[in-house]
């Protein structure tokens, strides 16, 4: 076990300094910043003078290298526009990118399990082809047309629930979080749901291909043949088979959930890391793209290493190998 | 039907067994509905088994032998179903017994062994959860009670430190050991009647001989009725009281196993019995059976065998009835190998 983590910490650090050069270098060739940052009434000493204090003079080289300095001691740099560190501006608006992916997460977990379940359980039903339709709808639309279309229907027309903002938030355990409000949690419904559509889509489609092939196991024939209940069958027989793949695909896909965020955050105006990753595009605030990319990379490489361990806690023949090395 | 009663007769003396046999199987047809057309994997099966008594079903693949032991389950799956005849235990009939009773009765009073150990057992749950939850399904009992329960089960079918076993995963026992556990399940309510599937299937030779001495041991002395379903005429020839061999769909000969052995009166079980291996037919061709098993489907009518049979005419386009040759012995053939024929 602890040879393996080693191994896998090692990668992960290969991985994010390749991932720190492509980023620095890639955002340096989409555009100059001075160009957008300057009053265009400045003179040429007033320009020389601010790209002297950005840093911007210096070959790109030395910029990398001063760049990988900053981040060994957690320092991005500032952001041109705020003037604040890079890092704490998108801290500051990590817990409302959080609560909205954990919110999605959740959603699609309690709503993608049991139609998968069902769907797999009852292949001919008619409500299993209505959901499999569903989830074809929930792959093949894009997230943001859903989204519109979301405020238009349940906040415009049907007003049931505000399409824009946070709402109120509320401190528990030390958390600050706008889950923990009744006013939170209707301004969290439709971007969660927005978000999680196609991650219900594809606990659907896993769930309902494990169920399909685990039912006609040897092992499930012989629970039966048992004289188990078919709520004990399903509920640990084959729920706990098939929850392997799907925590698996779950827990990698949150990586993703986050990072789609950016499109879910910027259509319902949620103050979440990813709106301010569009808004800094927008702007060339190369410090706080390039933070927020080297945040996300740490955060992928983060969650398949818990995966990982999560994956050999649920099944035991991984658990043994572990032990055996 | 007269097998139920003949045996009866025949073997109440010798046995303590209730007057009543375990399990009556009655002309019971099992077919699946496919889009191919209706497969008729059990046709007209009928048979009877006492308590304590093992019957050997015995078959190749595809006769039928495993379907026939599902039916008696109830655990036939769409497009699969009993079409027609009687399953009768303890005088109960299961054809038409309800859902609820029939989950009841599986696992408590008819137990199954299957095929494949490395299949059978769930591969994410321990054995004592899977023990526990078999007694717990069927009655009320504590937690520790049902593990002092399983360790004792698995202690009578010969597992060694029974206690370490409890705790292990399926994976980190072996075929052998796993298989026992699946007869410890088997037995650990004392069911009347244990349906074993080919169990020693995947199993080495010298652990297939150990299991098969357990098991009748097991069933002389808790007095359990047993099917054993198999494809080797070598295993049941030590092991079973009577034979049954299945030949697409149906039986096609019955009788105590000495006899069918040593005089099998078929032409299919004549085949069967010249292909198995032995010590003094070293050097020699093994004798096959010319053919293949035919596909259910749309199967010709008149005797199934015709077509790979050596003794086939005329006649056998028309289906043979029973024959009831001997009693206890039967037979489903226009032109049995009789004894004064030098068969």
Not at chain 1, 187 to 198: D, E, I, S, T
Not at chain 1, 204 to 219: I, P, S
């Amino acid at each position: 076990m602890s040879e393996f983590m080693i191994r896998r910490l090692l990668q992960s650090a290969i991985v994010i300094l390749a991932m720190s050069a492509i980023v620095f270098f890639g955002v340096n060739v989409v555009g100059d910043p001075v160009d957008m940052l300057i009053n265009p009434e400045a003179d040429q000493a007033d320009i020389e003078a601010t790209i002297r204090a950005l840093g911007l003079d210096r070959p790109i080289g030395e910029q990398y290298l001063f760049f990988l300095k900053g981040i060994w001691v957690g320092d991005f740099g500032k952001s041109f526009i705020f003037g604040q560190p890079a890092l704490q501006l998108i801290l500051q608006r990590m817990p409302a990118t959080m609560e909205l992916a954990f919110a999605a997460l959740f959603l699609s977990i309690v709503i993608g399990i049991p139609l998968g379940l069902f769907a797999g359980l009852r292949p001919e039903s008619n409500v299993s082809k209505g959901i499999m339709a569903g989830s074809i709808m929930g792959f093949s639309l894009p997230t943001f047309w859903v989204g519109l279309m979301m405020i238009i229907i349940f906040a415009v027309e049907l007003g049931w629930l505000p399409s824009t903002g946070r709402g109120d938030t509320a401190t528990f355990l030390g958390m600050t979080s706008s889950l923990f409000t009744l006013d939170g949690l209707s301004h969290v419904c439709l971007p969660a749901f927005n978000l999680a559509l196609l991650k219900i889509s594809l606990v659907v489609r896993l769930t309902r291909a494990g169920t399909r092939e685990a039912v006609h196991q040897d092992y499930i024939k012989f629970a039966r043949a048992k004289g188990l209940s078919s709520r004990r069958i399903v509920g640990v027989h084959l729920l706990k088979n098939i929850l392997i793949p799907v925590v698996t695909v779950i827990g990698l896909e949150f990586g993703s959930l986050i990072a789609f965020s950016v499109v879910t955050e910027t259509i319902f105006a949620w103050p979440g890391m990813g709106k301010l990753l569009i808004e800094s595009i927008l702007v060339l605030d190369r410090p706080v793209i390039v933070a927020y990319l080297m945040i996300i990379v740490a955060l992928f490489v983060l969650i398949n290493l818990v995966v990982d361990i999560v994956y050999s806690l649920l099944d035991p023949r991984v658990r043994l190998k572990d032990q055996g090395a | 039907m007269s097998v139920a009663e003949d045996t009866l007769e025949k073997t109440s003396s010798q046995r303590d067994g209730s007057a009543v046999p375990t399990l009556v199987v009655e002309n019971l047809k099992t077919h699946f509905f496919t889009r191919a057309g209706a497969v008729k994997a059990v046709d007209d099966v009928s048979f009877s088994v006492k308590a304590g008594e093992i019957l050997g079903l015995a078959g190749e693949s595809g006769s039928g032998k495993s379907i026939t032991g599902f039916s008696v389950l109830g655990l036939i799956d769409p497009p699969g179903r009993i079409v027609s005849g009687a399953i009768r235990f303890n005088g109960e009939d299961l054809v038409t017994a309800s859902p609820e009773r029939l989950q009841d009765l599986r696992g408590n009073r008819i137990a199954m062994i299957f095929q494949d150990p490395m299949m059978t057992l769930n591969p994410v749950l321990r054995v004592d959860t899977q023990m526990i939850e078999a007694i717990q399904a069927h009655r009320k009992m504590d937690r520790k009670a049902a593990r002092q329960r399983a360790y004792d089960a698995l202690e009578m079918v010969g597992i060694p430190s029974p206690g370490e076993r409890l705790n292990a995963y399926p994976h980190q026992l072996s075929g052998g050991m796993r298989q026992r556990v699946a007869i410890a399940i088997a037995f650990l309510n004392e069911p009347d009647l244990i349906i074993a599937d080919e169990p020693t299937t995947a199993l080495d030779v010298t652990i297939q001989a150990q299991i098969l001495h357990e098991a009748q041991a097991l069933c002389r002395r808790t007095g359990t009725a047993m099917i054993w379903i198999t494809h080797d005429l070598a295993v049941v020839a030590g092991l079973a009281d009577r034979i049954a061999v299945m030949y697409a769909g149906r039986i096609v000969e019955t009788g105590q196993t000495d006899e069918v052995i040593d005089h099998p009166l078929h032409p299919y079980s004549v085949g069967l019995l010249g292909s198995v291996p032995s010590a003094n037919k070293r050097g020699d061709r093994l004798n096959q059976i010319p053919g293949m098993t035919p596909s259910l489907i749309g199967l010709p009518s008149g005797c199934a065998f015709k077509a790979r049979c050596p003794r086939a005419d005329d006649h056998c386009d028309a289906t043979p009835e029973v024959i009831e040759e001997m009693p206890g012995r039967e037979i489903r053939c226009h032109h049995p190998h009789r004894q004064e024929a030098g068969a």
